[in-house]
T-cell receptor
Framework: GAGVSQSPSNKVTEKGKDVELRCDPI?????LYWYRQSLGQGLEFLIY????????KSGLPSDRFSAERTGGSVSTLTIQRTQQEDSAVYLC??????????????FGEGSRLTVL | AQSVTQLGSHVSVSEGALVLLRCNYS??????LFWYVQYPNQGLQLLLK??????LVKGINGFEAEFKKSETSFHLTKPSAHMSDAAEYFC????????????FGTGTQLKVEL
């Protein structure tokens, strides 16, 4: 696609429910990232996929968070048993790769999650 | 480990005045540095990047930044602010050993007043 596409753009859920957030990266981009943006917290790295390598999950805040990337393209971020502190904007980004000239991240518009 | 500090969570300037947004980084190896801009309800857009070539980097919309290793700084400037520059600005760092993930600062909200 022309840009990184995320869905849904807005999601309101009740505490304890599971949610899935989807990211469709730019065609041909091998690297995909998830970040979380909370009010006053800046952008927090969650997880990074690069090609067929094992993902870097070092930023996932708890085992309620997981992500997968199918076929090297679309990614889904899943949050189980949501808590109110999970409320944030979840941003997805992609880049051409991991090489020196490939590090520019292109961001989607984000999925705003509100947990009541 | 790498980190970024943005001094001033809110900066206000008059239209036509100089814009200066501060960014200091911490990295044990040579860094790659970025400035991103985020307009309301939108994703982040790359303004400019430093990747060890020229230390003075020019970006879009008249912005530029200078990499100063001695000061571990990468401040963003624009000679004359425009109302359309009002947005949130994020500085970010990555390194060759950083797994390619960007570490972001907490952002600076720029307000431009008439």
């Amino acid at each position: 696609g022309a840009g990184v596409s995320q869905s849904p753009s807005n999601k309101v859920t009740e505490k304890g429910k599971d949610v899935e957030l989807r990211c469709d990266p730019i065609s041909g981009h091998t690297a995909l990232y998830w970040y979380r943006q909370s009010l006053g917290q800046g952008l927090e790295f969650l997880i990074y996929f690069q090609g067929n390598s094992a993902p870097d999950k070092s930023g996932l805040p708890s085992d309620r968070f997981s992500a997968e990337r199918t076929g090297g393209s679309v990614s889904t971020l899943t949050i189980q048993r949501t808590q109110q502190e999970d409320s944030a904007v979840y941003l997805c980004a992609s880049s051409l790769g991991a090489g020196q000239g490939q590090r520019e991240l292109f961001f989607g518009e984000g999925s705003r999650l509100t947990v009541l | 480990a790498q980190s970024v500090t943005q001094l001033g969570s809110h900066v206000s300037v008059s239209e036509g005045a100089l814009v200066l947004l501060r960014c200091n980084y911490s990295s044990s190896v040579p860094p790659y540095l970025f400035w991103y801009v985020q307009y309301p309800n939108q994703g982040l857009q790359l303004l400019l990047k430093y990747t060890s070539a020229a230390t003075l980097v020019k970006g879009i919309n008249g912005f530029e930044a200078e990499f100063k290793k001695s000061e571990t700084s990468f401040h963003l400037t624009k000679p004359s602010a425009h109302m359309s520059d009002a947005a949130e600005y994020f500085c970010a760092v990555t390194t060759t050993g950083g797994g390619n993930k960007l570490t972001f600062g907490t952002g600076t909200q720029l307000k431009v007043e008439l």
